[in-house]
């Protein structure tokens, strides 16, 4: 299992990867970074609510109700211009670490 | 037996004790409410799969803490904030200082609230015409897809569109009982009375749009643009420079806004239909 610092610190960088495939809202989110990671991470459902409101605070993703084919109202949310910048920096800089790491450990 | 609706309702209850907004309860609980049918798909009664369910979402006090995080206001919020604040100190002042003034001494407070208010609204479309402009320009000569210019406009919007709606409200009422005490009469027909109206009706319509459909960010351009139209035609129309403008202002956004209620009312009925 993933410790809770490295989930938190990987955290915009998965929602900002999630959300360039397309719009998207949070328990799709959820479940998808469980598919991605087999399982390996794991997150309290509630805590990817405060990561999604603060990236559109700064206005790198943004959210609009819509209602689902059940019926169900659901929030979705889609990456801006500025968040596409933000994930390519993020992708930068997490290949760098990962870089890194593996040079290390050869 | 189980009261998924009392459930339900209790745990927001206590999700808004711990801080949460009622805005992001609410999307906490379609969150809810799918892993529910998620649970209840792979067997679970309807009970144990809301106690599962509320379990994975967290504690109220965790997520209220990591909520109250989000609150510390960013920059901008700081600079909305401080034009708000100046603003009004202005307004204070004129309201304080300007009737103890022996030439000024004519000025009713009432005409005092309805100029400030509404020329602040007239400036504020203005200004947003010109930031339209320069976003439609961006977008012709640099051709991109997005552009951040477009986003930051239309966060800007939604703060701007119902305050200037506020504004030209205020400006018009105030005005009207301002007509009354000086001329006897609420409402005398004037092109400048017209031209209120149609900046009044623009902030409006722009207000509706925003909440209705905040995804949309590439029509705000143009909508901006169009309330610089209507600000600028209600202004020179208003002076008689450019004749009945305002009439025909006020005439196309009721015809906007009789377009838009017949488009939803279509749009509700082809889902109560499906």
Known sequence: ?106 | MFDRESAIKSWRAELERGGIRPAAVDELQSHLEDAMDELQTQGMSEEEAFGKAWRGLGQADELGQEFRKLRSLLLGDYLVLGVLGLLLGALGVLLWYLPTQQKLIMIDPLLLVHVGTLTTAYVLGGLFALAGCYCVLRRLVTRRAEDAWFERLSLLLRWAAPAGLVLALTGLVTGCFWAHQAWGAFWMGELKEWGAVAVTGWYALATIRLLRSKDRVYPLPAMTVAGGLVVLFSWFGAGGYAGRTSFLLVAAILVVALWSACRLFRREQERTLA
């Open chain 1, 1 to 106: 299992m993933i410790s809770k610092e490295l989930v938190a610190a990987s955290s915009e960088a998965i929602v900002l990867s999630i959300l360039e495939r397309g719009e998207n809202y949070g328990y799709a989110i959820i479940r998808q970074v469980q598919e991605s990671s087999g399982g390996q991470l794991e997150w309290t459902d509630g805590m990817l609510y405060p990561v999604l409101h603060r990236l559109e605070k700064r206005g790198l993703i943004q959210s609009r109700w819509k209602q689902g084919e059940t019926g169900r109202k659901r929030k979705y949310y889609r990456l801006l211009a500025k968040g596409r910048r933000a994930l390519e920096e993020q992708k930068k800089q997490w290949g760098t670490v990962q870089s890194t790491l593996n040079s290390l450990w050869a």
